[in-house]
């Protein structure tokens, strides 16, 4: 066989694989986000310490989730769908041109207020959903999630355990200065209520949980300034 | 495994030749445990049923397609290229079966994450493609493929039933181990999930069917 024929033997092959493949992932794409979507949704609500099944995820979202706002960097509410924000795409912009999702969840008459953080980890993006009690201060829940992070070491912080050490943490200080709760290598000192236990082997997925706190929850301070003091 | 042989014209479609390439490879021929392949995504994806299922699913379309296909390509694949072209099959017959699984069953591709993308990898489907597929015709291709699959997946299934009933007391996610069993004090073995007790358990496999079967056992 020639070398023309290689040739022409791969090429022939590469294009039909690719329309083939991409005909079937725009025909799916419908369907794939749905999905998505209702996972984002038991997500979210998963910080309010309701776990939704797939079946009533939207149904549950729709009753629990009162407003969703978008916000700027000063803590001011502007146009916009905060459930469509892409913070992949928010965190590339400067500061000033962000939009700042927020979810207002009223739980038999107490009210929540969610934010979604995203960040780096070890192999891949990191991403989670914060909800706040009414003092904007205490941390009622957390969900997190990744893309590729390593199985049992890393890939734990979408774990309960090491989510639901979150529950009652402060990212302000009694003087009201702003300090974000850490991720901390080999265990947080007991009653600090600013940190929690890193996962052994997981560190450099732990510091990205760290930094996606100080940086994804910094752009909320002048909301949650502004409300705490109302 | 000469072509001549297998184009004897009054073949029927499940002649005890045929036969013999779908169940050799349930039995004596199991990929995984006594061709000792396949044990990554073994020891990975059998804490439940339900998610070893799914896997065994996507095996057995993945490694029937393949077959399938490049036994009907099989006269015009260059030789020199033969391993590229027996990848890409497999790729986009992967990442198909990903797309669909990403559609319809969302928690279970989740719950599966990077090894339903690493069947690509899994050097079953490569090995039968390269030692089979290439040779024969379609019909027996596809049996040879169906056949090795369902060993693999048989054993996944065999493997994730055993760690998900001593380790969670359930299957299916359906609770066996009933409550009274628990309030006299039986406690789920929690090291059932973590992955060497796969290892163990699929030890355990082939030592049994070694054992029942004495003509695997190597005796150099």
Redesign the interface.
Known sequence: MSNRYVFMYASVMVIVVALVLSTAATLLRPLQERNMRIEKMQNILSTIGISAPRAEAIELFEQYIKQAKVLNYRGEEIEGDAFEVDLQDENRRPVEERQLPLFIADVDGELFYIVPVRGAGLWGPIWGYLSFREDLVTIAGANFDHASETPGLGAEIADPPFERQFEGKRIFDRDGNFKPVVVVRGGAPAGDEHAVDGISGGTITSNGVTAMLRNGLEVYKPYFQKQKTL | MSEEKNTAPKETLFSPRNKKLLSEPIGKENPITVQVLGICSVL?ITVQVRASLVMAISVVAVMGFANVIISLLRH??????RI??QL??IA?LV??VD??L???V??VS?QL??FVGLIITNCIIMGRLEAFALNNKVWPSFLDGIGNAAGYGSILLLVAAVRELLGAGTLMGYQIIPNFMYQIGYVDNGLMIL?PMALITVGVIIWVHRHRDRSLVDVS
Do not use: E, H, N
């Open positions: 990975a015009g694949i260059p030789p020199r290229i590229i072209v890409t099959v986009a990442i198909l797309q669909v990403k559609a319809f969302y928690d989740r994450s990077v992955p």
